[in-house]
Antibody, heavy 123, light 108 residues
Framework: QVTLRESGPALVKPTQTLTLTCTFS??????????VSWIRQPPGKALEWLAL???????YYSTSLKTRLTISKDTSKNQVVLIMTNMDPVDTATYYC???????????????WGQGTTVTVSS | SYVLSQPPSVSVAPGKTARITCGGN??????VFWYQQKPGQAPILVVY???DRPSGIPERFSGSNSGNTATLTISRVEAGDEADYYC???????????FGGGTKLTVL
């Protein structure tokens, strides 16, 4: 069974750095075709893609947030970490991680999601 | 950057067919994904590769994609289908995943 779970602080202050961890089971991010992505959703708003790391350790970032984001993985711990610097109240959102699966050359999309973790940015 | 446009809301009576559109420049050349999100829950994938359904997704959910518009069609709509629906593509030119703005489906 494939599961993902996000963890991190529920509250951060403006200008602080946010570190979120996605801990997963049932798959390996070193398997060819497997990636893990971070997505966020401000209250009442749409989903926004943030970053992705793939099996080859290639990393991709949202253009608008690229300077503030760092994604990394620890395959031995089955974890993917997202760091976001210089947090602002507009970054208040639910943050999700999701598996992206490429199976036999067919992109299956974000086929399994974590339940999300809510982060509030406030002084 | 690539932009996907969805209507903010669609309403449909139970038992009828709902169609949710997703507009994008030459989206027919891209692979489209659709997600369903109910209040307080994480999104779930309902269509991938324009037309395919993950296991466990009812056949009532189907997708199509041509030209500048992709469409999610939900047949024989049920009250439990009421949710927000998001389209998504992988924009190879920018190496970005892009979401549409979402459509709230209301079952009357």
């Amino acid at each position: 069974q494939v599961t993902l779970r996000e963890s991190g602080p529920a509250l951060v202050k403006p200008t602080q750095t946010l570190t979120l961890t996605c801990t997963f089971s049932g798959f390996s991010v070193s398997t060819s075709g497997v990636s893990v992505s971070w997505i966020r959703q401000p209250p009442g708003k749409a989903l926004e893609w943030l970053a992705l790391i793939d099996w080859d350790d290639d990393k991709y970032y949202s253009t608008s947030l690229k300077t503030r984001l760092t994604i990394s993985k620890d395959t031995s711990k089955n974890q993917v970490v997202l760091i976001m610097t210089n947090m602002d109240p507009v970054d208040t959102a639910t943050y999700y991680c999701a598996r992206i699966n490429l199976v036999r050359g067919v992109m299956r999309g974000m086929d399994v999601w974590g339940q999300g973790t809510t982060v509030t940015v406030s002084s | 950057s690539y932009v996907l446009s969805q209507p903010p809301s669609v309403s449909v009576a139970p038992g009828k067919t709902a169609r949710i559109t997703c507009g994008g420049n030459n989206i027919g050349s891209k692979s489209v994904f659709w997600y369903q999100q109910k209040p307080g829950q994480a999104p779930i994938l309902v269509v991938y590769g324009d037309t395919d359904r993950p296991s466990g997704i009812p056949e009532r959910f189907s997708g199509s994609n041509s030209g500048n518009t992709a469409t999610l069609t939900i047949s024989r709509v049920e009250a439990g289908d009421e949710a927000d629906y998001y389209c998504q593509v992988w924009d190879v030119s920018s190496y970005h995943w892009v979401f549409g703005g979402g459509t709230k489906l209301t079952v009357l």
